[in-house]
């Protein structure tokens, strides 16, 4: 089929980009009005109202749990990080017909449903679970170590462990375009491994490990079911009070601009890390080469 | 259900609502025109009332009402400012603490939730309205008021959850959350529903508390929307009689373990039933707290939050 000539290959992304920038938007804009409405006897009032924002400014709790967000978004990114490099770069050397499987893998986490997981790992991690038991059985604890469950330890595991696979697809993925002569004749010419890495791979990941990085902070730092479930007492969200502001509180008004000031928060970092990220010199050197 | 149908040659359609707010919003934009027996809870009945979207029933057509218990019978929450009666509460239970008699020792009490010798094995709902009503009446807020705290009550009420914290093993969310929590040896000791109770007694050694200072209660009541029809009024009518009789008692006695508003079939139950039912000892209704949110609840949501934060 051959198109009219006016209209490119390129301008059949419109009507998705379209649908995704209203998408996107729509939300945005209902919340920022929403946001300066008044509620009167359960009903919401149009009004021009500064109170939740004067609120917000002044409440040092919503800062804290924005903040906490942000945090558990940048750990999560960081950690999965970590252990995504080495497993990315293992699979970068599997031979071609063990890809495939190798992909089908990485990817098992997410066949079965959060609150499934979240359960599984309470069987595994709580006192009278699989690894106290383990560990009382081997003699090494007299008794549970309970930090294992309902602790910042765990929700810090489960986030990393939920989000490892999006991180090491997108940095398995920008390894594999990682000429292996380059590495051969780095090592030749006398670089110890580590060199090799931060000076050939790690520059020419760069944007994979962005690609996975910004996807991990927002998955992580948007997380509820998770803190709440596996973080006992520590486990409180700006997404769980977000969700108790709409619902028993009705205060709509309140629930919009908090949503909205969240969303602000992890876009300023997202943004911020992205341009710092994307100007680094190697990013430029992989991106903006001759196609 | 099917006993109604017979009875009356009428057919009974239920629709599923996530909540009371939905079936409130639903009300009030007319979405429930097809409706015509609504299901508030007891507390949550004023906002129907006052925003006009009931039907203020005859109660002479409702005779099986004679035999309600008297805190369900007088109870003010279902009336409007004019008197008239807008609701009929049907269906009730309390939220008990529900505890390990192994591990704690004596009945337990709100006190217990809050005693340091159990560290680690207790647990709160994460829900700021019943957690912080059962802070104020553990640092001694009459009954009365613990739903409309001032400010000097409600820090006091916080320090309390604040220096309780360290102390929980969790925050439960779901009902189901919990009964796994109790199963798995993670806590003996939680402020509840009865779910735990019926799902464990009998693989392990669990009780229910029922705290004199003030006992959570739930409680449904049937209305009829303004709008309704005569004829469907009359049919109404006929159906609220039915659920406060003795056929539907005997049935969710005796199937779900609750116990409807009505003493119509308590002398006939066995004393077993009659204490599973919270129906054994009747001066537990003089313990009555309904939970309802205050005007500043938003309010109470910080405090909530700030504990959890702290």
């Known amino acids: 089929m051959t198109l009219p000539p006016r209209l490119r290959r390129e301008h059949l992304a419109v009507p998705v980009a379209l649908l995704f920038g209203l998408g996107s938007l729509a939300p945005i804009v209902v919340l920022a009005v929403l946001s300066v409405f008044r509620v009167d006897d359960f009903d919401l009032v149009p009004a021009v109202s500064a109170r939740t924002w004067i609120e917000l400014a002044g409440t040092p709790i919503y800062a804290v749990l924005i903040g906490k967000a942000l945090l558990s978004g940048a750990a999560t990114a960081v950690s999965t990080a970590l252990m995504g490099y080495p497993i990315a770069l293992a699979l970068r050397r599997l031979p071609p017909s063990l890809k495939g499987p190798a992909l089908v893998v990485l990817l098992t986490p997410l066949y079965t449903g959060e609150v499934v997981r979240i359960y599984a790992w309470r069987v595994t991690l709580g006192a009278e679970g699989l690894v106290n038991s383990a560990l009382q059985a081997l003699g090494l604890t007299q008794s549970p170590l309970t930090f294992l469950l309902f602790s910042p330890f765990t929700t810090g595991l489960v986030l990393a462990y939920n989000n490892a696979p999006f991180m090491i697809l997108s940095l398995w993925v920008a390894a594999e375009t990682v000429e292996p002569r380059l590495i051969e004749a780095a090592r030749d010419l006398g670089a110890r491994p580590l060199d090799a890495f931060f000076r050939i791979v790690f520059p020419l990941t760069l944007p994979g490990l962005a690609a996975g990085v910004f996807t991990v902070f927002t998955l992580a730092a948007g997380e509820m079911l998770t803190p709440s479930l596996l973080g006992g007492t520590s486990g409180a969200t700006a997404m769980a009070l977000i969700e108790n502001l709409f619902g028993t509180a009705f205060d709509w008004p309140m629930a919009s601009a908090l949503a909205l000031a969240l969303l602000a928060a992890l876009f300023a970092v997202a943004a911020a890390g992205a341009a710092l990220v994307l100007l680094s010199r190697s990013a430029r050197a992989v991106l903006w080469r001759a196609p | ?310």
């Not at chain 2, 009446?137 to 001032?150: I, M, T, Y």
């Not at chain 2, 109790?182 to 705290?211: H, I, N, Q």
């Not at chain 2, 004393?271 to 054994?280: C, H, M, N, Y």
């Open chain 2, 1 to 310: 259900m099917t006993r109604f149908e017979a009875l009356t040659g009428v057919r009974v359609r239920e629709s599923y609502l996530s909540s009371d707010d939905a079936q409130f919003a639903a009300l009030r934009t007319g979405a429930a025109s097809d409706w015509d027996i609504v299901n508030p809870s007891l507390n949550g009945a004023w906002r129907y009332v006052k925003a006009g979207v009931l039907k203020p029933l005859d109660l002479a057509k409702i005779p099986t009402r004679s035999q309600m218990y008297p805190p369900f019978a007088s109870t003010d929450k279902v009336k409007g400012q004019n008197g008239a009666t807008y609701a009929v509460p049907y269906l009730w239970g309390l939220n008990p603490i529900v505890y390990r008699t192994d591990k704690i020792q004596g009945e337990a009490s709100y006190a217990t939730l809050f005693d340091p010798k159990y560290k680690g094995q207790l647990a709160m709902r994460d829900y700021a309205l019943e957690a912080i009503a059962i802070a104020a009446l553990h640092v001694g807020v009459p009954r009365e008021r613990v739903f409309a705290l001032n400010a000097s009550e409600l820090a006091e009420a916080k320090k309390a959850l604040v220096a309780q914290k360290p102390l929980l093993r969790t925050y439960w969310q779901t009902i189901g959350d919990l009964t796994n929590l109790f199963a798995t040896g993670e806590v003996a000791c939680a402020f509840s529903w009865r779910v735990p109770y019926d799902e464990l007694k009998g693989k392990m050694p669990v009780a229910m508390a029922k705290p004199k200072v003030g006992i959570m209660g739930w409680c449904d009541c049937f209305a009829m929307p303004a709008s309704i029809s005569d004829e469907k009024a009359e049919l109404g009518y006929k159906f609220i009689n039915y659920l406060l009789g003795p056929d539907y008692a005997s049935q969710i006695a005796e199937k779900g373990n609750y116990a409807t508003s009505s003493s119509i079939i308590r002398d006939t139950l066995s004393k077993e039933k009659q204490a599973d039912i919270f129906v054994d000892d009747l001066s537990v209704m003089d313990s009555f707290l309904w939970p309802i949110a205050p005007d500043n609840y938003a309010e109470w949501l910080k405090v909530w939050n700030e504990v959890k934060a702290s």
